[in-house]
């Protein structure tokens, strides 16, 4: 009793900075789990093809996409950070997830594995972002509790922090280089200050005990001239590696790196010039491991190679440059995206830091006012921490600014300057005191009522968690979010289909769906059997056709394309099976119709709606606030539907509860994918279902025992009639009719007539096959019956395949068949001219 007393006592008193700390560890602890739980939000397609899908891809042997960038011709992407980074830590976790298997039959490796794991390791490394701000704030004696929430709460964090993007290792490197910059800063500072301090005193001093006691004093000192050389140097290489625009971000904190010290007596352009020679000289080894390995991965270098010294300059691959080359051409980058120049200030800075963007601009605008006005002694000192954040938010800004291609990723970096200088305005206000020069009614009013602490301090924590919270749960768990579960659901079917079957899927209007999501093994690398320890090659059974943001008239002529392709497949000698899905937004089901009835392609295509994942937002296919539920333009009931469902906008707007509510319904559930199967409408079913639909059972209990009697009786007069003819009793007088013999041999031109209309006759059926390929096996048949015609005892065979075809008119063979060996063309021919 009295320890929980005392205990929320404790509470009651915290001071704010613990409130805040506790806050921090909160967003800590939620970054951890939004990697397990997992974010299914999709951010941009370099998340995974620019370092998981091709490492994954290669580990586990998997079906992937190997994009422009790992060309071996010209690779603009170094392997050597990711196969560091990925490729060893799966080899860890392929021989763990072996043994679960075999001791405790878990399965470890999936789909859902291959999601957490690569973020797991990100996520760790993100954590050296939150170290670097709190070492930078106790060397500096700044205060880290507001500025380790700032970070910990931001959705860069979050999100971008918890994802495999290059850019999320770029702003770790940042963040290391800029933490180790103002360690040597602040050392040299500290150690040129006392030793000018200790010269001035030795040569005050008139005693030599005191002057030799000032001169150990003095060599006493650390070092500080090349402190951290190598690490520096080292970053430096990798950040470039790994991202080359990293040199925007890593020069102006390499050149206060540089630039510690001068102007004073201790420091002179020599050291200058002996620190630049140095850091060339040590970043040598860092160098020429990168480009080593990335030769051997391009294979431009080879053991043999190296085995008989035939080196030259050829066998090396330097990928920051190749990536220099294609970024410097803007008709290359313009491909991907043109932006103007202003994107980057005006866009992507306040969407990635909100109200502190908005703090660094305003503060950074102050500083050159100042500047261009010459009130230098207002400025801060060049050789301190704000300069130094300051140079590492504006300078790669700038320089970032003149690319024409410019997304909010790209500014992550900044996110550890910015914060670091302006976190704490979160709770002081924008500015605590009057900030102008000259005072103006309006300034003042403008300060008073935006500016001071007063008025703006209780807002903007405020508005920094809810503007963070909101993106997060937007990029995290909405944005293209039906990706993920497409790729579960498809692996699902690969796992679980017949074999000998292919599975098409065709998307369009979303993001490139990693392939090594699917888990298929790979068809163009050797596969080992581990109970045989044979190697084979795996027949590729999995077909993936993106189509961008194609018009849907478009998609639906590739999907006619693609199913009769799949139909001549099906109906050739190997009779390969298949499975065709497309999966668009849910906000196109309604267009997906309305296509369909203009192509009239729904009379030979059915589309049967599987599932919706659900969120799902592509901005390409924003939903519409009119507009119809998926499930109402449901493939299944198009047959019955004149578009005025429940909620269609062709509905009068009859402004009830009813219809407000249905029409929300209606545009909350286009938040999402749906994923279409596409079966091909076969003739003879199709007709099945025309002639019964609509019946009741007895209905068709009485109509089918109609034509059963009617089908009788016409086999019952036929035997009579032929039994009349003597042909059953005497099967001998085929031998002894050689004028009917005769007849049928010499006129094979008359017999053939028949033939000869059919065949006239086809063309009405071709334009049909045409659509729908199943039909050309009918039309494939026709051929070997028109061959076998001019010999009688080969004619019995094409009769044997027909009937093969339509198991119906068998029966009716068995019934008879001496008669079916000498009238059968007698009976097909006319058969063939209904057909």
Known sequence: MRLSRHISQLWQNRVPTDRHVNTYFFFA???????????????????????????????????????????????????????????????????????MRNLWNVELISTYAYVVFPRLIYTLISYSNDWCL??????????????????????????????????????????????LVSECMLRTNTVVYKKEFLEEKYDKAESISERVKIWKLKNALPPHNFQHMFTVSSICVAGVFNRP???????????????????????????????????????????????????????????GELHMMQLGIDNFVFTPWNFVKYNLNSAQTASHGVHPCYVHLMVNMPLLFNVLALAGLGAFAQILLRFFRAEYQVLPRFQSIVSL?????????????????????????????????????????????????????????????????????????????????????????????????????????????????HVHLMTSHVYSLPLH?????????????????????????????????????NLLQKVKLISGNCEVKLSGPN???????????????????????????????????LHVFYPHLSTEAFPRILGRHPCDVDAPHWAHDDLRGTCAVEQSPAFSYSYLTKQFSSFVHQFGLALYEIDVRRKRQRQVCDAYSGQSMDDLVLLMFRHLSLQFLICLALCFAVAQAGFLASPVTYAAAPSYAATYAAAPVAYSAPLTTYAAAAPAYSTYAA???????????APAYTASVYGASAYTAPVTTYAAAAPAYTSYAAAAPAYTTYAAPAIVSPFLKKK
């Open 29 to 99: 602890v939620v970054r951890l789990a939004l990697v397990f739980v997992p974010q299914p939000g999709y951010v941009h397609p370099d998340e995974f093809f620019q370092s998981v899908e091709v490492m994954t891809g290669d580990h586990f042997r998997l079906e992937h996409t190997r994009t422009w960038e790992f060309n071996n011709s010209m690779p603009l992407r170094s392997i050597t950070l990711p196969f560091a980074l990925l490729r060893v830590p799966w080899s860890f976790y392929e021989f763990f997830a072996v043994y």
């Open 134 to 179: 709190y070492r930078v704030c106790r060397m500096y004696g700044l205060r880290f509790e507001i500025r380790l929430l700032a970070l910990g709460s931001s959705w860069v964090l979050l999100v971008f922090g918890t994802r495999t993007f290059s850019n999320s290792l770029e702003m770790a490197m940042c963040s290391w280089l800029l933490c």
């Open 245 to 303: 625009t990293f040199l925007l971000f890593g020069a102006p904190m390499v050149f206060f790196w540089l630039l510690r010290g001068m102007g004073t007596r201790s420091v002179t352009f020599r050291d200058f010039n002996l620190r630049i020679g140095l850091f060339c000289l040590y970043a040598l080894p860092a160098l020429f491991l990168f480009i080593f390995c990335d030769s051997l991965y391009y294979q431009h270098l080879t053991v």
């Open 389 to 501: 954040m300051s140079g590492a938010i504006f300078v790669p800004l700038f320089f970032l600014s003149l690319i024409n291609h410019q997304e909010p990723r790209f500014l992550i970096p900044i996110t550890f300057p910015l914060l670091l200088l302006h976190g704490p305005k979160l709770v002081t206000g924008f500015s605590a005191k009057y900030p102008f020069q000259k005072e103006h009614p309006l300034l003042r009013r403008f300060y008073d009522r935006l500016l001071s602490s007063k008025a703006s301090a209780p807002h903007l924590l405020r508005i920094w968690y809810v503007s963070n919270v909101v993106l997060t749960v937007f990029f995290g768990f909405i944005h293209q979010a039906g990706i993920y579960p497409l790729a579960e659901t498809m692996a699902h079917v690969m796992a679980t289909k017949p074999a000998a079957t």
């Open 517 to 553: 999501l699917v888990n298929i093994p790979s068809s163009r690398v050797l596969q080992f059997n581990p109970l045989t320890h044979n190697r084979y090659r795996r027949q590729r059974d999995f077909y993936l056709y993106e189509y961008g943001s194609q018009s849907l008239d």
């Open 575 to 609: 009779r390969l099976r298949y499975k065709l899905y497309l999966s668009i937004p849910a906000s196109l089901s309604s267009d997906l119709y309305e296509a369909l009835v203009r192509s009239n392609a729904s009379s030979y295509l059915n589309f049967e709606l």
């Open 771 to 781: 659509a729908a390929p199943a039909y050309s096996t009918y039309a494939a048949a």
